[in-house]
Nanobody
Framework: QVQLVESGGGLVQAGGSLRLSCAASGRTFSAYNMAWFLQAPGKERESVARISWNGASQYYKATVKGRFTISRDNHKNTMYLQMNSLNAEETAVYYC???????WGQGTQVTVSS
């Protein structure tokens, strides 16, 4: 069992940056492939970025490629999402997850003002 806690959300102007963190409890974090999802108002939850258990492989949703960077520090049991050049359409609740095990955090709100 892993508990996930996101932080780092907030209000930012369009074109600005935020760095989200996902702190994981438990000793097996390093064994999990991880991901960030977002859920915009009135829309379904969707994948934003994924990272392999050792950080060697990453996947990005096409619209964020080149602006978002997913990373992890297995020594700190923490995953990150650096988000640059944010736009208003990316206003959403952002969730971290270990998708293969259906572990989810509670989410952190990101609001981008235009």
């Amino acid at each position: 069992q892993v508990q996930l806690v996101e932080s780092g959300g907030g209000l930012v102007q369009a074109g600005g940056s935020l760095r989200l963190s996902c702190a994981a409890s438990g000793r097996t974090f390093s064994a999990y492939n991880m991901a960030w999802f977002l859920q915009a108002p009135g829309k379904e939850r969707e994948s934003v970025a994924r990272i392999s258990w050792n950080g060697a492989s990453q996947y990005y949703k096409a619209t964020v490629k080149g602006r978002f960077t997913i990373s992890r520090d297995n020594h700190k049991n923490t995953m990150y999402l650096q988000m640059n050049s944010l736009n208003a359409e990316e206003t959403a609740v952002y969730y971290c997850t270990a998708p293969s095990y259906n572990y989810w955090g509670q989410g952190t709100q990101v609001t981008v003002s235009s």
